[in-house]
T-cell receptor, first 112, second 111 residues
Framework: DGGITQSPKYLFRKEGQNVTLSCEQN?????MYWYRQDPGQGLRLIYY???????QKGDIAEGYSVSREKKESFPLTVTSAQKNPTAFYLC???????????FGPGTRLTVT | RKEVEQDPGPFNVPEGATVAFNCTYS??????FFWYRQDCRKEPKLLMS???SGNEDGRFTAQLNRASQYISLLIRDSKLSDSATYLC????????????FGTGTKLQVIP
């Protein structure tokens, strides 16, 4: 089955620790994205990548980092510099016009 | 003005009713439009793309009004399973970037 996987589903960390969220897709999509969703709010773009070894900052990139070493994988690191890391993180991918995005199941990160 | 704006609702409708949501966008150069459905604590799922001529998928009809810069979603014969938040999505650039999500309209279908 083609799709996007994210792991883990729930993640708990102590303040001051970096944490890496996994995102893998087997849809052969060129573009991948990371979003953050807070309760009652819309999706906000953190980073996106159109091609391997290239990525661009989104609207709220501060405190986050990404890599795109393989087409299938786009991991997100939430660093200790991110002031409010507790959120629902969603990974997506897309390909070709009209560029509709397909989402993974998300990771709920709680930092205490 | 927000780039993509939706009425947050909630819209509480009885089973079998017809309900419609609108979504306005600010960038007249926007290229493509979508409706997504998001269930509580789940990921958004693509419901349908919105084409210039309007399109229908079963009980769902999507329309685009470029002159007034809005898209709409009509749901006929509402089912309990239609209860969810409906997100309007606008691709402003025609490329991979600049895809903007609305904050969603919550629909609750009541027995």
């Amino acid at each position: 089955d083609g799709g996007i996987t994210q792991s883990p589903k729930y993640l708990f960390r102590k303040e001051g620790q970096n944490v890496t969220l996994s995102c893998e897709q087997n849809l052969n999509h060129d573009a991948m994205y990371w979003y953050r969703q807070d309760p009652g709010q819309g999706l906000r773009l953190i980073y996106y990548s159109q091609i391997v070894n290239d990525f661009q900052k989104g609207d709220i990139a501060e405190g986050y980092s990404v890599s795109r070493e393989k087409k299938e994988s786009f991991p997100l690191t939430v660093t200790s510099a991110q002031k409010n890391p507790t959120a629902f993180y969603l990974c997506a991918s897309s390909n070709r016009p009209p560029f509709e995005q397909y989402f993974g199941p998300g990771t709920r990160l709680t930092v205490t | 003005r927000k780039e993509v704006e939706q009425d947050p609702g909630p819209f509480n409708v009885p089973e079998g009713a017809t309900v419609a949501f609108n979504c306005t966008y600010s960038n007249s150069a926007s290229q493509s439009f979508f409706w997504y459905r998001q269930d509580c604590r789940k990921e958004p799922k693509l419901l349908m793309s919105v084409y210039s001529s309007g399109n229908e998928d079963g009980r769902f009809t999507a329309q685009l009004n470029r002159a007034s810069q809005y898209i709409s979603l009509l749901i006929r014969d509402s089912k309990l399973s239609d209860s969810a938040t409906y997100l309007c999505v606008v691709n402003q650039s025609g490329g991979y970037q600049k895809v903007t999500f609305g904050t969603g309209t919550k629909l609750q279908v009541i027995p």
